[in-house]
């Protein structure tokens, strides 16, 4: 079988033996797997290592934000672990972006790169706050746009704005949708939230989906229905 799941599982635990446990019950063609904040600075380069060791198509997601310098560097790094694609903000802005395309040119890496537009835990009355007086749908569209002109594979947003940008932006560009809620799950914060089934007919390229698996009764057997769902 291939590595072909289009459900990356979000790795959000607290420790590397509680994640170790829930790698230990999957395979690399159930699903990609996603390592964020909370898991990577507990556990480190060496636990992404692992997985990228045992076959796992790894995201690191670690959203860089920060001076092109700074963030090139550290994609350059990203690259050098082998993960298969790792994220800056697109609000970082153009140069920044295109600084970390460039370093991944210079070393023949084939990463994909991609950039968050607006969080799916935003909704319009949260850009609001932060100055920015537009629908999430226009935001999206707006850094979306930006995040390609840059060099950028795909970029982070939600399902809901996933028609849009494949009509905008074309059927190549990878669209990585996280806020997915099976019907009647509980949106915990996120605020932007599409089914599984949703998603996909919307364009999404992956879903990650993370307590909607992680926290189950069953992880496995969930996620055995979600890729059953999203496949017929
Ligand atoms: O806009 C974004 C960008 C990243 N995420 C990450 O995805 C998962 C979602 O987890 P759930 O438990 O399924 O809500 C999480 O790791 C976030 O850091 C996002 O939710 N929204």
Known sequence: ???????????????????????????????????????FTQSGPEFVSGLVGRGY???????????????????????DMGVWMTDVHASGGRRMMEDAREVLEQTNSNML????????????????EIGIQCSPEEQVLRLASLAQS????GVVCSAMEAQGLRRALGETFTLVTP??????????????????????????????????????????????????????
Request: charge should be negative.
């Open 1 to 39: 079988m291939n590595n072909d799941s289009k459900v990356i599982v979000a790795l959000d635990y607290n420790s590397a033996a509680s994640a170790q446990k829930f790698v230990d019950s999957v395979s690399p063609e159930l699903c990609k797997l996603k390592v964020g904040k909370e898991l």
């Open 57 to 79: 198509d790894v995201f690191l997601d670690l959203k860089y934000h920060d001076i092109p310098n700074t963030v090139a560097k550290a994609v350059r790094v990203a690259a």
């Open 113 to 128: 790169l991609i950039a968050v537009t607006v969080l799916t835990s935003f909704a319009e009355e949260d850009l609001a």
């Open 150 to 153: 840059s060099g950028m594979d």
């Open 179 to 232: 806020g997915i809620r099976p019907a009647a799950a509980a949106g915990d914060d996120q605020r932007r939230v599409v089914t599984p089934t949703d998603a996909i007919a919307n364009g999404s390229s992956y879903l990650v989906i993370g307590r909607p698996i992680t926290q189950a009764s069953d992880p496995v057997a969930t996620l055995l229905a979600i890729n059953s769902e999203i496949s017929t």
